[in-house]
């Protein structure tokens, strides 16, 4: 693993990256930029440790997934919409450790890139006090269909899961001989494998780039699974529906106060 460390005017508030994740520096505050080598690529990452970080307790871990956006490999733009933004605004609100994995290009979906979002979350698990049954993913756009896939690839991990705006398919694209398919399953089958892990689903029901129906589909494909997910559906509310999301006052309560082994 190779890290870095990202000087910001827009973040001057916080405090940023040093050379290595370590369990009670204290100096390992604020938003930490970082880049992971795997399967020939470079990922850069944001990891970010709350002011009151306290290595001799256990901390809820919040995996974001960004849209197709905020996509590159400059490693700051995943924190500048969803969940990031939120942090910034309030970072009380968001009492977590939340990873911030970036994606290379738009005309990939995250799962395409699991393996490596996959061991980016171990990296941050092994260097952080990480309570393992308070672990969520969430995102939006792309990120929410990356929820939704790797909610259900990884159901065992989750104490709950997130979604704004998601998708179950994933939009037809020229084959990538490097990178493995992305998923073209049904909203059923997903919502199968993910079971009762709980879940909220945010959509607007003016969205023009990925329609309404689609978490209105995976909410009832949930519901026949067993599942009961809440569903907010913001009312005239186009494609940015996560900044009213991830403002929800509700949320992060809801959402922390998730345990995987309460279900």
């Not at 490693?75 to 969803?82: A, N, S």
């Not at 990356?146 to 939009?171: N, Q």
Request: hydrophobic content about 40%; overall charge negative; proline content about 7%.
């Amino acid at each position: 693993m190779i890290t870095r460390t990202v000087s910001l005017l827009a973040l001057s508030a916080f405090v940023l990256g040093c050379a290595s994740a370590t369990r009670g520096r204290l100096e390992d505050r604020g938003f930490l930029f970082r880049e992971l080598a795997s399967g020939g690529r470079t990922y850069p990452y944001a990891v970010y440790v709350p002011r009151g970080y306290d290595p001799s307790r256990a901390w809820p871990l919040i995996l974001f997934l960004h849209g197709s956006g905020e996509s590159g490999t400059d490693g700051v733009r995943p924190i500048i919409q969803g969940i990031g933004s939120a942090i910034q605004w309030d970072s009380g609100r968001w009492p977590a450790i939340v990873i911030f994995p970036q994606k290379p290009t738009q005309d990939t979906e995250w799962e395409q890139h699991e393996m490596a979002v996959m061991e980016i979350l171990q990296i941050v698990r092994r260097a952080y006090r990480v309570d393992e049954d308070r672990i969520y993913l969430t995102g939006l756009s792309q990120g929410g269909h990356g929820t939704w896939v790797l909610g259900a690839r990884h159901r065992e991990i989750w104490a709950a899961l997130v979604s704004v705006c998601g998708y179950a398919t994933a939009p037809p694209r020229p084959a990538r001989l490097d990178l493995p398919p992305a998923y073209f399953g049904a909203a059923e089958q997903l919502a199968t494998a993910i079971g009762d892990v709980p879940f909220w689903l945010f959509h607007g029901d003016a969205d023009d780039v990925v329609p309404p129906d689609e978490a209105r589909a995976m909410a009832s494909a949930l519901e026949a699974a067993g599942n009961t997910p809440r569903v907010t559906i913001y009312p005239g509310v186009n494609h940015n529906s996560w900044d009213r999301a991830y403002a929800e006052e509700e949320l992060p309560r809801w959402l922390l106060a998730q345990h995987r082994s309460s279900k």
